[in-house]
Every structure is written in C-alpha cells, then in structure tokens.
C-alpha cells in the first residue's frame, strides 16, 4: 500500500514554501521500502495577500494526497486541507524532503501516526487495512 506526500518547494530537495505562496510542489509516492517522486506542479508567482481564490487549484492538486509539508499555512488553508482529508504539517525552512520521507517510512513501518491511518483506511475502502499489522481507529 502506498500513500502520496506533498511538499511545498521550489527545487525538489527543500522544503522552503509557504502553502498559499508556494511556486511549486513536489508530489511523492510513498510505501514502507520505497518513495519516489510521481508528480511537480509549479503555479505562477502569487503574493501573500490573503486571497482565497489562490487556495482553490493548490487544495485541488492535492486530493489524492494525505498530507502536505509546508513552512507555514493559514487558517483557511488548514480547514480546506482537513475537510478533504489532506494533513497540514508545518516543518522548518530548508528541512530535506530525503529526511522526512526516511522518518515517514519508518511510521510507515512501526507505528503510523493517526492521519496516515486513516488514509489508509480511506484508500483501502474499509475501517480496516492490512500492512504487517490491522490498525482499527
């Protein structure tokens, strides 16, 4: 089984955008042996003003994604995100996306936290799944 991660960045390495900002994200497929990037969509520069508009393509782009990374996020962002079931992380300007796929792995593999589950969940079509171990929420 396997789950998509977005990551707000503009070259493919760093994690070094702001969510409604962001030039750019890094789409990756990722199982418990294995990650690998699947997608790059780049977006036309937009300021930071606050308008909602700019949130509709990004949110959209991310559907079948189960959480994006991202160095901050607005409040409006973080509703729209979680209503279609997207994790919002927050992480420092400049954190590796090598680094973060290594320790989503490991949660992968030993103890996936709540919002990785469900997506499994959601993917495999039932309160239940199968990887190693059954998780029930």
Known sequence: MTIKIAFASDDRRL????????????IFELS?????L????????????????KLV????LLLDCAAVYCNAVGASAI?????RGIQPMRVDEGTLIEDLLSGL?????ND?????????????????F???EEWQE
């Open 32 to 36: 418990a042996t294995d990650s690998r």
């Open 57 to 60: 393509a990004k949110v959209g």
């Open 79 to 83: 509703q729209q995100l979680l209503i």
């Open 112 to 128: 996936p936290p709540a919002w990785m589950v469900k997506s499994l969940k959601k993917q495999s079509g039932s309160g239940r």
């Open 130 to 132: 199968s990887y190693d």
């Open 38 to 53: 699947v997608e790059v969509a780049e977006f036309i520069e937009t300021a930071m003003d606050g308008h909602e508009g």
């Open 105 to 109: 792995q490991k949660s992968l593999q």
């Open 15 to 26: 994690v070094n955008q702001h969510f409604g900002a962001a030039a750019a994200f890094a």
